[in-house]
T-cell receptor, first 112, second 115 residues
Framework: GENVEQHPSTLSVQEGDSAVIKCTYS??????FPWYKQELGKRPQLIID?????GEKKDQRIAVTLNKTAKHFSLHITETQPEDSAVYFC???????????FGTGTKLQVIP | DADVTQTPRNRITKTGKRIMLECSQT?????MYWYRQDPGLGLRLIYY???????NKGEISDGYSVSRQAQAKFSLSLESAIPNQTALYFC??????????????FGPGTRLTVL
């Protein structure tokens, strides 16, 4: 089955700096890569996603890049703000079984 | 607003007890999922169902069972709870992928403690 690895597990940045979270996946048939944000005590919510036929997608201060050859994808947050502090999960959907496998999460702390 | 709800929100039980966690949704989605969340381990899939007659094991199904009573309801049971099943449990729903997109909508979570 699919295996998704996520790094780093924790990340601290100064407010205004950029943050990058990286994930790798194992199943070359995976075709959809969502990112979820989970604030403390809340449920995970989708913040951005990318399909395998796209190399990069941006939405305001967040962007995701995908390298299918290397089987890795990354989340980039620019001009970080304290409200960006949360746990972020990457995920990959296997084309065959259509189920999503999550990474282990990155706890991002933005220091004011 | 259409939503995903879970009951109970918190539960403390003893080793060996049977417990059921319930999930309901008003989103009209066909697909439903049960995950558990443990610190450092992320979200791990327990069971998933793509329609009322479809039940599939996830990566950590041992010790759990599920029932899809209707399109809107998906229950998770622990037949004989053990302490290492102490975790935060999430139900999620999604529609069939449209244009390759497959957003999952999570419930608020159930915090289960097994003593």
């Amino acid at each position: 089955g699919e295996n998704v690895e996520q790094h780093p597990s924790t990340l601290s940045v100064q407010e205004g700096d950029s943050a990058v979270i990286k994930c790798t996946y194992s199943d070359s048939a995976s075709n959809y890569f969502p990112w979820y944000k989970q604030e403390l005590g809340k449920r995970p919510q989708l913040i951005i996603d990318i399909r395998s036929n796209v190399g990069e997608k941006k939405d305001q201060r967040i962007a995701v890049t995908l390298n299918k050859t290397a089987k890795h994808f990354s989340l980039h947050i620019t001009e970080t703000q304290p409200e960006d502090s949360a746990v972020y999960f990457c995920a990959a959907r296997s084309g065959g079984y259509q189920k999503v496998t999550f990474g282990t999460g990155t706890k991002l702390q933005v220091i004011p | 607003d259409a939503d995903v709800t879970q009951t109970p929100r918190n539960r403390i039980t003893k080793t060996g007890k049977r417990i059921m966690l319930e999930c309901s949704q008003t989103k009209g989605h066909d697909r439903m999922y049960w995950y558990r969340q443990d610190p450092g381990l992320g979200l791990r899939l327990i069971y998933y169902s793509f329609d009322v007659k479809d039940i599939n094991k996830g990566e950590i199904s041992d010790g759990y069972s599920v029932s899809r009573q209707a399109q809107a309801k998906f229950s998770l049971s622990l037949e004989s709870a053990i302490p290492n099943q102490t975790a935060l449990y999430f139900c999620a729903t999604s529609d069939s992928p449209a244009g390759g997109i497959n957003e999952q909508f999570f419930g608020p979570g159930t915090r289960l403690t097994v003593l």
